[in-house]
Structure formats: C-alpha cells, structure tokens
Nanobody, 121 residues
C-alpha cells in the first residue's frame, strides 16, 4: 500500500492542525493505521493508532486528550486531528500501515513520506 501524508505546517502554540494520509494500492481496510513522529536528533515515536474497523484507537500518553485519529475506509483516508499543539509536538509526522496492533515502528510494513509540523511558542 502506498501512503501519502499531508496537512503539516506552521502553527502557534495552542493551535490546531489536521493531518491526512491517503492510501492506494492494496486494500486499505485490511491494515491497522498509525501515526508516528520524529523530531531532530530523536528516535521515531508512536503517536496514535486505529484498528481496521475504527472501534479501537490508541494513543501515546503525550498526546492523549489532544489528538484524535480517524479513518474513512470508504475513501482510503486516515486523519490525525491535533489540538492544543505545543512546541514539543514539532516533528516530521508519518503515517504507516501494519497487519497487527502495535506501537512499535518495526511492526509497520508501509510508510508514507512525512509531513512537517512546526509549533511556535
């Protein structure tokens, strides 16, 4: 499956952004979808994930209550709604697809190019 993330940008602290990830190729609905991020000099970290049927979502503690992951299987899209953004959320954000529910990057088989999110203080 090919993935393409978009929607990043520059926002002030306290603001919001909505990232989108478009999938093509294999059957999108077969995959667990995740969002990860990587800040300069840091390892890639899990942000949020959603099950195939959208009834199970899971988040990193650092974003719980601020970020929401959504998917639209009819349109092969997954979203990350990010509210109350803080400077520490600054990173390149990636969407990824996996066959299992996991928070580990190595468990994700397909990755899109990242989209930069920059939060100014």
């Amino acid at each position: 499956v090919q993935l393409q993330a978009s929607g990043g940008g520059l926002v002030q602290a306290g603001g919001s952004l909505r990232l989108s990830c478009a999938a093509s190729g294999r059957t999108f609905s077969r995959y667990i979808m995740g969002w990860f991020r990587q800040a300069p000099g840091k390892e890639r970290e899990f942000v949020a994930g959603i099950s195939r049927s959208t009834d199970n979502t899971f988040y990193a503690d650092s974003v719980k209550g601020r970020f929401t992951i959504l998917r639209d299987n009819a349109k092969d899209l997954v979203f990350l709604q990010m509210n109350s953004l803080q400077p520490e959320d600054t990173a390149v954000y990636y969407c990824a697809a996996s066959k299992i529910i996991s928070r580990m990057p190595n468990d994700y088989d397909y990755w899109g190019r990242g989209t930069q999110v920059t939060v100014s203080s």
